[in-house]
């Protein structure tokens, strides 16, 4: 347990911006009741309000709770802080680290001897998490403004991933680590399933992980597409204000990756959220069906890259898997996980992810 306490905060800020540091007031942000459908968030983040110079400024301090997904360990979570306090800022619309440090072993909050637990401090974002609007859309409150709102999503990601490097070996690993890493494909079937399964037996767990071998030689193809990604492109990781403008939080597992992987994870999630619309129908239709399609054609347009289709098929089995998971999401309706199931399994069937038929997968 890390007894986080204003005087540390305050000790804290004075140490990392000077000895005119104030600290003005700390609250929670992003608390479980403002989380939605999604329970198992990693943080606790934290708003800090404080006054440096005499001017006010407000952050954003972050600790990452360990989990069964590879954080069981203190290093494990501060590799992914000093990877986010690294490379955030040259993600354009990322929010701004603004200081990363450790907890000492008497829980004081120092800038990087003696660590305990690491911590980010982020710059506040305006805006609130785009999920609010998925509800309302959900709930029958669809705007023409959303069509819009998904299409920018679109372009800002074709620019993102226009950045493009030339390192095989980051792209085969982004790959083993698609398959294999707790925080991903493996990780998922071993812990955020029970084993039986009511709606996925573990014998089609095995011939999942055996059909990805497959993909993962595929994939090594690919490798001159390795480029500038997100990584963890999903509703509640995006702040919008309601006018068309966002932006994002929680870049995650590499600065360089497969942009298949961003497309599929918030295309994934209009998937889901259509299929809760309509539990029992188990199709995608409606508002989210035009997302869907307005989300993919502006991508494909802007980037002009087709082939990213030929690359989305296990971005998709690492997106449904998280989405259909009883430990992720507990209130879905059995007819939806039985949906996404089929969407997993069909998904790798074809070689060229066929989005303008996405029901296909879902038959
Ligand atoms: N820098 C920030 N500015 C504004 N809001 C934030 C900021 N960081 C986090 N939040 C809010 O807190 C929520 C959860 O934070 P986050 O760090 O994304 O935790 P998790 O990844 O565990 O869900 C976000 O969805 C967002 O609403
Ligand atoms: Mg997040």
């Not at 785009?130 to 679109?154: C, H, K, M, S, T």
């Not at 995006?238 to 942009?259: H, I, K, N, T």
Request: glycine share 8%; proline share 5%.
């Amino acid at each position: 347990m890390i007894d986080l306490t204003p005087e540390s905060v305050q000790a804290y800020l004075r140490a990392a911006y000077g000895e005119d540091a104030r600290l003005l007031d700390l609250g929670s942000i992003g608390t479980l009741d403002k989380q939605g459908i999604k329970r198992f968030g990693y943080g606790k983040p934290l708003l800090v309000h404080f006054e440096v110079g005499g001017q006010r400024r407000e952050g954003v301090l972050s600790i990452m709770r360990g989990d069964k997904y590879g954080h069981q360990f203190y290093w494990d979570r501060a590799a992914i802080l000093m990877f986010q306090y690294e490379t955030s800022a040259r993600l354009p619309r990322h929010v701004r680290p603004l200081g990363l440090g450790y907890v000492d072993e008497a829980d004081r909050l120092v800038p990087v001897a003696a660590p305990k637990e690491f911590f980010i401090l982020n710059e506040k974002l305006e805006g609130y998490d785009y999920f609010v609007d998925l509800d309302r859309i959900r709930n029958g409150g669809f705007r023409p403004a959303d069509v819009e709102q998904a299409r920018a999503f679109a372009r800002w990601l074709a620019e993102v991933h226009a950045t493009k490097k030339d390192d095989a070996d980051l792209y085969y690993r982004h790959v083993r680590n698609l398959l294999g890493a707790s925080e991903c494909i493996m990780g998922l079937v071993d812990e955020a399933f029970p084993h039986p399964c009511e709606f996925l037996p573990d014998a089609a767990f095995v011939a999942l992980e055996k059909r990805l071998i497959d993909w993962r030689w595929r994939l090594r193809g690919f490798s001159h597409r390795l480029s500038a990604v997100h990584g963890d492109f999903h509703p509640w990781n995006v702040l919008v204000d309601g006018a068309g403008g966002f932006s994002v939080l929680d870049r995650s597992r590499g600065e360089w990756g497969e942009p298949a992987g961003d497309v599929a994870t918030m295309a994934a999630n209009y998937l889901l959220f259509g299929l809760l619309s309509s539990p029992e129908q188990g199709l995608l239709a409606g508002p989210f069906e035009t997302l869907w399609r307005a989300f993919f054609k502006e991508y494909l347009e802007r980037s002009g890259d087709q082939d990213c289709l030929r690359a989305m098929a296990p971005f998709f089995v690492f997106r449904a898997l998280v989405i259909v998971s009883p430990e992720w999401y507990p209130d879905h309706p059995l007819p939806v996980r039985r949906a996404l199931v089929r969407f997993l399994t069909h998904v790798l069937e074809d070689d060229i992810f066929d989005w303008r038929h996405v029901n296909r997968y879902l038959e």
